[in-house]
């Protein structure tokens, strides 16, 4: 049979990070390159005894559920993101396969093919590929350590009128970065004048390594301005949590979330109503709130850990941005050392990373690099470190 493809799919491009992680397979390989939390530090004991609760009330677990998803654990869910100041009701929020899903639900129900899309320079890798497979033109604005640089958004927003805005002014991937609050309220502000919704994507927001510091999202800013609607919300309990749950949410306005529902039908129905009610029962009985101080304590170890490595290779040029929270280190190589080339060289010496290049939607910054820090630890991350400092001496003393 002689399948023809359709063009959105034949024009993708395979993701980066997924590709890496086939390499890794198998091998005596260190990986820095996923978003993988540390598995050790999952709780598996409460997650066990979560879905033990579930299966005693019964086979009606096994059934279909809400497209919306499972009522009780929306209402935890409002609850929690009340204490957060973000006040929603049951029917302005949506349970999703995970958060890329939830971006994807977004972008179809709020774009059209060649529509354009605003992204902050870099930004993350997989929601390009949302973009791309829809088929919608991205621009990208210029950000520093405050985040988004208001002046260069408005200039894009004025010139091509984007349909949509997408952030991560919490510990963004790939670069860690914290927002300022002033540049939150620039952009909401921006937004909210040109009339653009704010697509605020927040998976790593509750990883801060100051347990007292508070960076208020953008949903929360924007009704507490009174122009509730600018934002629609998402994040995933895949980093807090574990990622084989596969449940994250959408928060937004009710002719949104209902649009999303819509087109969710039509892509899976709902979400899986078991992992859902494992994660409302967790909830019930779980101090998750203790849990994520727990990782957050051990990820800022291994962050500082990997940190004290690099410094220890004392690798000229080499340069990095330390982040507050959240799970990568973004490694600014020497100068004129092209880090897919150095991926090659790297994955041959057992160490693997994601060349900053894949986080631009256009012009990339070729000497950049994203390193996971949570997943590996002690002799394992010091191994890694070695091998990917190897891997840089050999092409700089080439050139």
Request: aromatic letters at 8%; glycine letters at 8%; hydrophobic letters at 40%.
């Amino acid at each position: 049979m002689d399948y023809r493809f359709s063009s959105r799919v034949t024009a993708l491009k395979s993701s980066v990070v997924r590709d890496i992680l086939k390499l890794t397979q198998g091998k005596d390989m260190i990986s820095f390159a996923g978003g993988l939390p540390a598995a050790e530090l999952f709780p598996v004991q409460a997650i066990r005894e979560a879905a033990d609760r579930v299966f005693t009330k019964g086979a009606s677990a096994l059934q279909y559920g809400l497209t919306e998803g499972f009522m009780p654990l929306r209402e935890q869910l409002c609850e929690r993101m009340g204490h957060k100041g973000m006040n929603v009701r049951p029917d302005e929020m949506l349970l999703t396969t995970g958060s890329q899903q939830a971006i994807s639900l977004i972008v179809e129900v709020l774009t059209e093919p060649g529509d354009t899309i605003l992204v902050e320079r870099p930004t993350y890798l997989a929601c390009l590929q949302v973009f791309e497979m829809n088929g919608l033109n991205v621009i990208a604005a210029d950000s520093d350590e405050f985040g988004i640089v208001a002046e260069d958004a408005e200039r894009l927003i004025r010139e091509h009128r984007p349909k949509l805005v997408y952030a991560v002014p919490t510990f963004g991937n790939p670069t860690g970065r914290v927002w300022s609050t002033e540049r939150r309220q620039q952009l909401l502000a921006l937004c909210s004048s040109y009339g653009v919704p704010i697509l605020e994507d927040d998976p790593y927001g509750e990883i801060k390594y100051d347990v007292n510091a508070v960076y208020p999202t953008l949903f929360a800013l924007d009704q507490q301005a009174g122009r509730s609607g600018s934002v629609i919300y998402t994040s995933t309990f895949s980093k807090t949590v574990a990622p084989g749950l596969r449940t994250g949410w959408a928060m937004g306005p009710a002719e949104v979330i209902a649009m999303m529902a819509k087109a969710k039908q039509a892509a899976d129905l709902h979400s899986s109503a078991i992992d859902q009610q494992i994660v409302s029962e967790l909830l019930d009985s779980f101090p998750l709130d203790e849990h994520i101080k727990v990782i957050s304590a051990s990820y800022g170890e291994r962050m500082r850990e990997m940190q004290g490595l690099l410094v220890q290779q004392h690798i000229e040029g080499l340069r990095w941005i330390e982040p507050k929270g959240g799970m990568f280190l973004w490694v600014e190589l020497p100068e004129g050392l092209d880090a897919e080339a150095l991926l090659r060289a790297s994955v041959q010496k057992g160490v693997a990373f994601v060349p900053g290049s894949s986080f631009y939607a256009y012009d990339p910054q070729r000497n950049t690099a994203r390193l996971n820090f949570t997943y590996n630890i002690g002799a394992k991350t010091a191994l890694g470190v070695e091998r990917f400092a190897e891997a840089i001496r050999e092409f700089t003393a080439r050139s």
